[in-house]
Every structure is written in C-alpha cells, then in structure tokens.
C-alpha cells in the first residue's frame, strides 16, 4: 500500500489486496471489454488493410507512381492523435463530408451525429487508426515481397497463372511467416492499445464505450493517489500480454509456421 512519504520499503505490505478490489469493480470488466474489443478490431482491420495494401502496391508497375502513393500513404503516421481526431470530429460532424455525401447519395433524409452514438464509437476509433497506420504497416510486408524469388512468378506466368492467381499462391506464402510473427508481437500488444485516440474522440455520451483499461488506470489510479492500484492494473495487463504471447507463438510452433521464440 504505496505513500510516498514512507518509501516503497516504509509502505506496508498488504498481498494481493489491490487485485482483489480490482477484480471486484464491476467498471474494470467494462474497460476490459472496451480495450479488447476496441483491441481485437484494431488487429483485424489494420493487418488485413495493411496485407492488401501492400499487395496492391507490390503490383504496381509503374515505380514513379508507386512511390509517390507509398510515401503519401504513410504520412499520417507522423500525424499526432490531436490532429487526426480533429480531421474525423470534422469529417463526421453534421455538417461534415460524410453526411453532406450520404444525403447526396439520398442514402439519409438528415444529418446523423456520428460522434454522438455509442454504437459506432468502436468503429470510428478503429477506422480513424486503420488511416492513420496502413500506410506506415505496409512498408514491413512490401519489404518482405521484394525478397521473394522472381523465378517463381516467371514459372507461374509460363503455366498460364494470372497476376490475382500469382498473388494468391506465390506472393502471400512467401510472407506468411512474417505476418504470423508481426501478429504474435501485435496480440500481445492486445490490450496495450493506450487511450489518447479514445479521449480525444470520445465525450460524454459515449464515455461507457470509451473506457479503457490504459484510461482507468490514470483516472481510478494514479488520479486519486492510488498509485498501489493504478500499479496492479498494470501487472495485470503485463501478465495477459505474456500469456497471449506463449499462447499463440505455441500455436504457430504447431503449425511450423513463423514464431518468435
């Protein structure tokens, strides 16, 4: 039971008591939900628009233009998470480029306030972060193709293959170790997802779907001086990421796929 005027060695030592009010509060298994759920769309959708980006550019053949769409794909990565929150408030505001377009399209009769359903906060975090990372995701798997051997798309082109069957059996084989290891690393990342897109996003009317792990450590730990707690909430994540690391890199053992250790 941490004070900083007594020391870590003055502070009295109390066992597992902060785990337990932990485990007990009904709002941490809300913030669990929130980051595994806001965690597990973030893998999915950022993996898979990562992969296919990368296969799209792999068969561009113009380099000029490749290049150019490479380097402008990956700068909103260099974008802090004020500026791109405030680019997705804007774009999904009544009166943004969304809404302008779906009553365009007449797919809606009036404006929808996006930032104010709850139901779509999930997706909005995960689509905001897919714009933001895809790009810059990419670059690791466009490396792992230019280190396959040429002479295999030479023979599929010989046997009839077109580009979406070379794609399919040569292109993706040849990086399946190395997605399977990026996956591993990411799923122990799982629930490591931080909190600055959810608070600079999120408000009051969604605040329930907001809620993350990262961000009730700070408000229900360090920000009322329970620093014992906010520090068990962190072993606690610490230890999950380690358990989902064993677990999968032991399945892509069994698999004699890629793995890290």
Request: net charge positive; glycine share 8%.
């Amino acid at each position: 039971d941490y004070l900083p005027q007594n020391g870590f060695f003055g502070s009295e030592w109390v066992g597992l008591k902060h785990f337990k009010v932990l485990f007990d509060e009904p709002l941490f298994y809300k913030a669990l939900k929130n980051t595994l759920g806001m965690g597990s769309l973030g893998l999915i959708f950022g993996t898979l628009s990562s992969i296919s980006f990368a296969l799209i550019l792999n068969e561009v053949r113009f380099s000029r233009f490749k290049k150019l769409t490479q380097t402008i794909s990956y700068l909103p990565h260099f974008l802090s998470w004020v500026v791109v929150a405030n680019i997705v408030i804007q774009t999904l505001s009544t009166t943004g480029v969304v809404n302008e377009a779906l009553q365009a399209l007449n797919i809606i009769s009036k404006p929808i306030n996006f930032m104010a359903q709850p139901n779509y906060f999930w997706g909005i975090v995960t689509a905001a972060d897919v714009w933001k990372e895809t790009g810059w995701n990419a670059i690791i798997y466009l490396a792992a193709m230019t280190s396959i051997d040429q002479e295999m798309y030479e023979a599929a082109r010989v046997d009839g293959a077109n580009r979406w069957q070379q794609m399919w059996n040569i292109t993706l084989p040849s990086i399946r170790p190395i997605i399977i290891i990026l996956l591993i690393m990411s799923i122990g990342n799982l629930v490591n997802i931080g909190f600055e897109k959810q608070m600079l996003l999120g408000n009051n009317i969604v605040a329930n779907q907001a809620l993350v792990i990262e961000k009730y450590a700070l408000d229900y730990g360090i920000g009322m001086f329970r620093y014992s707690f906010g520090t068990a909430i962190g072993i606690f994540k610490s230890v999950v990421s380690i358990v989902l690391i064993f677990i999968f890199n032991s399945i892509a053992k069994k698999t004699g796929e890629g793995q890290l250790m």
